[in-house]
T-cell receptor
Framework: NAGVMQNPRHLVRRRGQEARLRCSPM?????VYWYRQLPEEGLKFMVY????????ESGMPKERFSAEFPKEGPSILRIQQVVRGDSAAYFC??????????FGPGTRLTVL | KNEVEQSPQNLTAQEGEFITINCSYS?????LHWLQQHPGGGIVSLFM???GKKKHGRLIATINIQEKHSSLHITASHPRDSAVYIC??????????????FGKGTKLSVKP
């Protein structure tokens, strides 16, 4: 039973480009959470999704960031027109009915 | 003041020592998580608990709901336990079940 998968593991973008981060939850999990860890800072909640629904996006920046979890395929965190301040590690977690969250390995985004 | 406070921030121990990491929180919670983040950056869920005590191998986690305090203990510590240990709580205030609030982490280094 594979764990939570994230890809790419490392992503380099130039300012103004788009970044797409993918997360495949554990088998049987229908809840996906995205967290961001800025350099030298703690983890911060961004968004919580269930299949085809955004449940809570209170931690998402209002502009340039969006997330989806389609009926088929992975969850996508999309950052448009990236800026240097977006450089961070982005972690995805998934859970089933038991609520315990299992984390993916993260995507390290570097904006040049 | 952060809603989740951990102490100590940094901890150096000799191999074999008994280690305690503390977590205090100021909100009502439905669950508390202990996570481990290795130097490579991946995050592993160690425990999720809402009352009492849990044990897994050399790791023990306890929680006192009345005092809003949890501890993570490591018995017979080993250099491979070196990592950042993160406490995270899920608020009970009826909001998103996904919205974990994280402590800043305790960086543990175990010397041989």
């Amino acid at each position: 039973n594979a764990g939570v998968m994230q890809n790419p593991r490392h992503l380099v973008r130039r300012r103004g480009q788009e970044a797409r981060l993918r997360c495949s939850p554990m088998k049987g999990h229908s809840h996906v959470y995205w967290y961001r860890q800025l350099p030298e800072e703690g983890l911060k909640f961004m968004v919580y999704l269930q299949k085809e629904n955004i449940i809570d996006e209170s931690g998402m920046p209002k502009e340039r960031f969006s997330a989806e979890f389609p009926k088929e395929g992975p969850s996508i965190l999309r950052i448009q027109q990236v800026v240097r301040g977006d450089s961070a590690a982005y972690f995805c977690a998934s859970s089933g009915l038991a609520d315990e969250q299992f984390f993916g390995p993260g995507t390290r985004l570097t904006v040049l | 003041k952060n809603e989740v406070e951990q102490s100590p921030q940094n901890l150096t121990a000799q191999e074999g020592e008994f280690i305690t990491i503390n977590c205090s929180y100021s909100v009502g919670i439905s669950a508390l998580h202990w996570l481990q983040q290795h130097p490579g950056g991946g995050i592993v869920s160690l425990f999720m608990l809402s009352s009492g005590k849990k044990k897994h191998g050399r790791l023990i986690a306890t929680i006192n709901i009345q005092e809003k305090h949890s501890s993570l203990h490591i018995t017979a510590s080993h250099p491979r336990d070196s990592a950042v240990y993160i406490c995270a709580v899920r608020s009970e205030d009826g909001g998103s079940q996904g919205n974990l609030i994280f402590g800043k982490g305790t960086k543990l280094s175990v010397k041989p």
